[in-house]
């Protein structure tokens, strides 16, 4: 889910700032269950999909509104009661790549014997947690925003048992969302963004310091990571059921798309669920 997180907490983000808006206190509830699918790691050219969860807690109180949810992590949006100017703050889970496996949920699965020779003697990547903060300005055309997302990443060498002490990376977004009804029982939102990486998180997860068989040495620095769209769609099946489609791509650009990990540069992602809102 990580390529259309971006479009997910925006989505909620916009879902925060129309409660907050109407007034509307209080606690709300999601409930439900779909299949998702993208890449086993950024720049891979395999898929995976699986069933995926999907539970959310919310709470609003005047100009504020609390979240926790399986998917879009924990969260805390302002609202400026004038303006509408908002400030979110949010911690989600990061991104792994391993030269063994590829994880789901926190469950590990095998890669591929085609990715793991590819990998074979690269370090392994591990960001637990990715806190985020975004600054927007919800518009009658739509909502612009701007973010920086901190990624604390351990970079360890299996077979060497050399280390690095954790990187300490950034990447910095900007993007645009836009939604509405389209019928009675159906609304589109859709997304467009752009994300610069720094120079820490373009070596971490994209330069090659430690040449192998399969992939030769290079040095990545800081820009461009990804140009991105994203379209959500969905349909009310009753008045506290929705079905919710989620459809993104992304283009890798700069050292991320030249990098030696990278085998497809245009990278895709999908997400189908059912949910109840009570």
Known sequence: ??????????????????????????????????????????????????????????????????????????????????????????????????????????????????????????????????????????????????????????????NSGQSKETVHGFIYSALYTIGGPVTDHMALSGLVGFEFMDKNYADAWYGVDQPTEMLPGFKANAGWRSGMISVEVNYRLSKRIELIAVGGSTILLGDAQESPFTVEKNQHALSVQTVYRF
């Not at 709470?59 to 992590?73: A, F, H, I, P, Q």
């Not at 805390?76 to 496996?101: H, I, K």
């Not at 903060?133 to 604390?152: D, E, K, N």
């Open 1 to 158: 889910m990580k390529k259309i997180k971006p479009l997910l907490v925006a989505m909620a983000i916009l879902f925060a700032v129309e409660t907050i808006q109407a007034g509307q206190d209080g606690w709300n509830f999601e409930l439900g269950a779909g299949v998702c699918g993208e890449n086993v790691y950024p720049g891979s050219d395999e898929y995976y999909v699986v069933p995926v969860p999907n539970l959310k807690v919310s709470y609003t109180r005047g100009v504020l509104d609390y979240s926790l949810s399986v998917l879009e992590g924990a969260s805390v949006t302002y609202t400026s009661p004038g303006s509408g100017f908002l400030v979110s703050f949010n911690v989600n889970a990061g991104s792994t790549r391993n030269s063994e496996t590829y994880s789901i949920l926190g469950i590990d699965v095998d890669h591929s014997d085609k990715t793991r020779k590819r990998l074979e003697g690269t370090p392994n990547l591990k960001t637990s947690a990715t806190v985020e903060t975004m600054l927007a300005y919800p518009t009658p055309v739509g909502l612009f925003g701007l973010s920086a997302a901190y990624h604390p990443t351990s970079v360890k060498y299996k």
